[in-house]
């Protein structure tokens, strides 16, 4: 089984950045897609990013590419999503959620997720 803990959400202003990480722990996590989702209350929840633990492709949803960065450092069991020019859309709870060994944008085929942390982005 595996453990994923959020932290590093918070208050920002539009414009500027914060940097979201998820502890990982337990077995397995090592060969599998890690990720980003994000929702608001009352949506769907949104695919955010994912990487693979053993290789550095990632994939990004259209609406945060080219501003947010996914990353992980394997020897501190971590996931790291990097988000700069951060807009008030951009607000909503962040899942860290480890899936399939294959890449997925959709939320169903990721089986573990942390417990959320919020992002709230002022105009």
């Known amino acids: 089984q595996v453990q994923l803990v959020e932290s590093g959400g918070g208050l920002v202003q539009a414009g500027g950045s914060l940097r979201l990480s998820c502890a990982a722990s337990?077995?397995?996590?090592?060969?599998?897609?890690m990720g980003w989702f994000r929702q608001v209350p009352g949506k769907e929840r949104e695919f955010v990013a994912c990487i693979k633990w053993v290789a550095d492709y990632t994939f990004y949803g259209e609406s945060v590419k080219g501003r947010f960065t996914i990353s992980r450092d394997k020897a501190k069991n971590t996931l790291y999503l990097q988000m700069d020019s951060l807009k008030p859309d951009d607000t909503a709870v962040y899942y860290c959620?480890?899936?399939?060994?294959?890449?997925?944008?959709?939320?169903?085929?990721?089986?573990?997720w942390g417990q959320g942390t919020q992002v709230t982005v002022s105009s």
């Open positions: 337990g077995r397995g996590f090592s060969s599998r897609v």
């Open positions: 959620v480890a899936g399939p060994t294959y890449y997925s944008t959709t939320s169903a085929t990721y089986t573990n």
